[in-house]
């Protein structure tokens, strides 16, 4: 049981646009910047979204980050058949003293 | 160009001792933190502890504390993870993972990854 809660699952077809959900508490994302990592099959995770809303170098800007309260989003428009990876989103959580993750959502481009 | 380069898959036995590396290149080593990040076959990431590599200071996740052991050279801008004594449990994937300042800061660089496989 992950402290940050994903959907397990998500998927749209090609050029629709989707949003993953990422579900904390005060501890975590209400008192601490959120990350998004994409790990494409059989690869390393890779940054995708920092401090909540901030594109790394190289990101295309069809994703997006927000955040409210205990919550966070990841949005991605113009799917591509190469977006198909799982999601994280992470942050630290001074309760536990540690950084947290989500469970991952798998995206699927139908 | 920032690169973290992790050793070889490894198969153990169970109550073998093992000791897995991550070097960096392409930066100052010794300025930015390494973290290290564990993923158990089919399952999400879970995150292990960090080093300061300029000073060695060290955290681990309460659930890792004791389990294993992060150290760092900055001689040779490498950071290691190890376990005294394995146990099947410890099969999975452990990526390092390079951290600017702050706690809640995101892991900007990672390696491709260690296999690592504990079998009898």
């Known amino acids: 049981q992950s402290v940050l809660t994903q959907p397990p699952s998500v998927s749209a077809a090609p050029g629709q646009k989707v949003t993953i959900s990422c579900s904390g508490s005060?501890?975590?994302?209400?008192?601490?910047?959120v990350s998004w990592y994409q790990q494409p099959p059989g690869a390393a995770p890779k940054l995708l979204i920092y401090?909540?809303?901030k594109r790394p170098s190289g990101i295309p800007d069809r994703f997006s980050g927000s955040k409210s309260g205990t919550s966070a989003t990841l949005g991605i428009t113009g799917l591509q058949t190469g977006d198909e990876a799982d999601y994280y989103c992470?942050?630290?959580?001074?309760?536990?003293?540690?950084?947290?993750f989500g469970g991952g959502t798998r995206l699927t481009v139908l | 160009e920032v690169q973290l380069v992790q050793s070889g898959a490894e198969v153990k036995k169970p109550g073998e001792s093992l000791k897995i590396s991550c070097k960096g290149s392409?930066?100052?080593?010794?300025?930015?933190?390494i973290g290290w990040v564990r993923q158990m076959p089919g399952k999400g990431l879970e995150w292990m502890g960090i080093?300061?590599?300029?000073?060695?200071?060290?955290r681990y996740s309460p659930s890792f504390q004791g389990q294993v052991t992060i150290s760092a050279d900055k001689s040779i801008t490498t950071a290691y993870l190890q376990w005294s004594s394995l146990k099947a449990s410890d099969t999975a994937m452990y990526y390092c993972?390079?951290?600017?300042?702050?706690?809640?800061?995101?892991?900007?660089?990672w390696g491709q990854g260690t296999l690592v496989t504990v079998s009898s």
């Open positions: 993972a390079r951290r600017v300042e702050g706690a809640a800061a995101p892991y900007d660089y």
């Open positions: 392409g930066y100052s080593f010794s300025s930015f933190w």
């Open positions: 080093i300061y590599p300029g000073d060695s200071d060290t």
């Open positions: 005060t501890s975590n994302i209400g008192n601490n910047s």
């Open positions: 401090d909540n809303t």
């Open positions: 992470g942050t630290w959580d001074g309760g536990l003293n540690g950084v947290v």
